[in-house]
C-alpha cells in the first residue's frame, strides 16, 4: 500500500525559502513518478513539479519554473520540492502524490496521480 507524507510547509516572509519533504513507502513500481501539486482556497488544484523516478526527469508549472526544485534523497524514498523567492501567491496546501507510468503531456494533471498525502500548509505574508 502506497502511503504520502509530507512535511515542511510554515509561516515565511516573501522572499524566504523552504524545502517540503515527501516520505514515500509502498512503491513496488518502477514506473512512479512523484509530483508536488498545491490548492489555494478557493481555486483549483494546480500541478507544481514532478519527478519521474525511473529516469529522473523533471518537470515544473510554468508559475515556480527558475524558483521551485524537485530533488530525490539519497534513499530515494523521500522526495523534496525546494521552494526560493517565495511570493504571497504561492500560499497554498502542497501535498505530494504518487503516479505510475504518467503521460508526459499531462503529467502534472492531478487525473494521472493514484495516491495523496494529507498535505502541508505554506503561507507566504509579511
Keep these: 500500500q ?4 509530507e512535511s515542511g510547509g ?5 522572499g524566504d525559502s523552504l524545502r517540503l519533504s515527501c516520505a514515500a ?4 513500481s518502477k514506473y512512479y513518478g ?4 498545491r490548492q489555494a482556497p478557493g481555486r483549483e488544484r494546480e500541478g507544481v ?6 529516469d529522473g ?3 515544473y508549472g510554468d508559475s515556480v519554473k527558475g524558483r521551485f526544485t524537485i530533488s530525490r534523497g539519497d534513499g530515494k524514498k523521500t522526495v523534496y520540492l525546494q521552494m526560493i523567492s517565495l511570493k504571497p501567491e504561492d500560499t497554498a496546501i502542497y501535498f505530494c502524490a504518487s503516479g505510475d507510468t504518467l ?9 494521472q496521480y493514484e495516491h495523496w498525502g494529507q498535505g502541508t500548509q505554506v503561507t507566504v505574508s509579511s
Excluded at 502506497?2 to 507524507?5: E, M
Excluded at 513507502?25 to 513496488?28: A, E
Excluded at 513539479?49 to 525511473?54: F, K, P, T
Design 25 to 28: 513507502s509502498g512503491l513496488t
Design 103 to 111: 503521460t508526459t503531456s499531462a503529467i502534472l494533471l492531478p487525473r
Design 34 to 37: 512523484i509530483a508536488w501539486f
Design 57 to 59: 526527469d523533471t518537470y
Design 49 to 54: 513539479s514532478c519527478l519521474r523516478l525511473y
Design 2 to 5: 502506497v502511503h504520502l507524507v
Design 10 to 14: 510554515g509561516l515565511v516572509q516573501p
